[in-house]
C-alpha cells in the first residue's frame, strides 16, 4: 500500500480508497487482514507507517491485461517516473531492502534518461542491485543488473 501511495502521490488512505473496487470485484486479493483498517477512515493504523497491507492479482491474466492497456512509450514513461518517485520518498536506510523494486522501474525506463548525472547514479543503483544478487546466488540477475549500469556509465567512466 505504501509503493501505490507513492508512485500515485497520494496519501494512504486515499490509496486504500482507490483499490476498493478492485477488491470488491475480487480483481486483487489482500494478502493480510490489515487492509480491513485502511476501509475505515477514522482509523488509526491508516496513519501507523508500520501498517502496510499487500495485495496480488486474484490471476496473473488479470495483471497482464491491466498492464497490456498501457502503450509500449507510456510504459518506458511510467516505470521511469514511478523508479524516480521510489528512489526520492524512500528513505535511505529503506533503499537496500527495496533495491530491486527501484532498479526494476528505472531499467524498464532506461530507454528514456538522458541526463548523465542520472545515469550515473542509476548506475550506482544498479551496481548495488549486482551485489545484492551476487550474494544471494542469483548471479543472471547479478549479470543483468551490472550490464544495466554499465550501460549507463559515459565513456570515459573509468578515468572518474
Given at each position: 500500500?505504501?509503493?501505490?501511495?507513492?508512485?500515485s502521490q497520494k496519501s494512504l488512505s486515499e490509496a486504500a480508497?482507490?483499490?476498493?473496487?478492485?477488491?470488491?470485484?475480487?480483481?486483487?486479493?489482500?494478502?493480510?487482514?490489515?487492509?480491513?483498517?485502511?476501509?475505515?477512515?477514522?482509523?488509526?493504523?491508516?496513519?501507523?507507517?508500520?501498517?502496510?497491507?499487500?495485495?496480488?492479482?486474484?490471476?496473473?491474466?488479470?495483471?497482464?491485461?491491466?498492464?497490456?492497456?498501457?502503450?509500449?512509450?507510456?510504459?518506458?514513461?511510467?516505470?521511469?517516473?514511478?523508479?524516480?518517485?521510489?528512489?526520492?520518498?524512500?528513505?535511505?536506510?529503506?533503499?537496500?531492502?527495496?533495491?530491486?523494486?527501484?532498479?526494476?522501474?528505472?531499467?524498464?525506463?532506461?530507454?528514456?534518461?538522458?541526463?548523465?548525472?542520472?545515469?550515473?547514479?542509476?548506475?550506482?543503483?544498479?551496481?548495488?542491485?549486482?551485489?545484492?544478487?551476487?550474494?544471494?546466488?542469483?548471479?543472471?540477475?547479478?549479470?543483468?543488473?551490472?550490464?544495466?549500469?554499465?550501460?549507463?556509465?559515459?565513456?570515459?567512466?573509468?578515468?572518474?
Amino acid at each position: 500500500m505504501q509503493t501505490l501511495a507513492i508512485i500515485s502521490q497520494k496519501s494512504l488512505s486515499e490509496a486504500a480508497a482507490d483499490l476498493w473496487k478492485a477488491l470488491q470485484f475480487g480483481l486483487i486479493i489482500p494478502n493480510t487482514e490489515i487492509y480491513k483498517f485502511f476501509s475505515q477512515s477514522d482509523s488509526v493504523s491508516v496513519s501507523d507507517p508500520t501498517a502496510n497491507p499487500t495485495y496480488h492479482f486474484l490471476h496473473d491474466r488479470a495483471q497482464q491485461a491491466a498492464y497490456s492497456l498501457i502503450s509500449d512509450d507510456q510504459r518506458n514513461n511510467l516505470h521511469l517516473a514511478i523508479g524516480r518517485l521510489l528512489l526520492s520518498n524512500t528513505i535511505f536506510a529503506d533503499r537496500e531492502e527495496n533495491i530491486f523494486a527501484i532498479v526494476n522501474h528505472f531499467n524498464q525506463g532506461i530507454i528514456l534518461i538522458i541526463d548523465p548525472r542520472e545515469g550515473e547514479k542509476i548506475a550506482h543503483l544498479n551496481l548495488k542491485a549486482g551485489k545484492k544478487a551476487n550474494a544471494a546466488t542469483a548471479y543472471s540477475d547479478a549479470v543483468t543488473y551490472l550490464r544495466a549500469g554499465q550501460g549507463l556509465l559515459a565513456d570515459n567512466a573509468w578515468q572518474s
